[in-house]
């Protein structure tokens, strides 16, 4: 469990830093769900990690009851 943690962790900061390199984040133009986060992080901290928690307990939920029909069926 620990080993998949600590390589998820790897795989999304080099995913954010691959968004931030290539798809920059020119205002209106082209900005990323991440690249939002982080400029919110630089402004204000509670709304970013509300965001963050929604869309990780929302994604959490969808996969518990995928998995849960799954094993029903």
């Known amino acids: 469990m620990l080993e998949g943690l600590v390589l ?4 999304a900061l ?3 830093g691959a ?3 290539f798809a920059g984040s020119l205002q209106g133009c082209t900005c990323t ?3 939002a986060i982080d400029s919110a ?3 204000d901290l509670a709304p970013a990690l509300l965001a963050v928690m929604v869309v990780t307990f929302t994604l959490l939920f969808v996969v518990r009851g995928l998995a849960g029909r799954r094993t029903a069926d």
């Open 14 to 16: 080099g995913e954010f």
């Open 19 to 21: 968004a931030n390199l």
């Open 8 to 11: 998820s962790w790897a795989q």
């Open 33 to 35: 769900v991440t690249l």
């Open 41 to 43: 992080l630089e402004s």
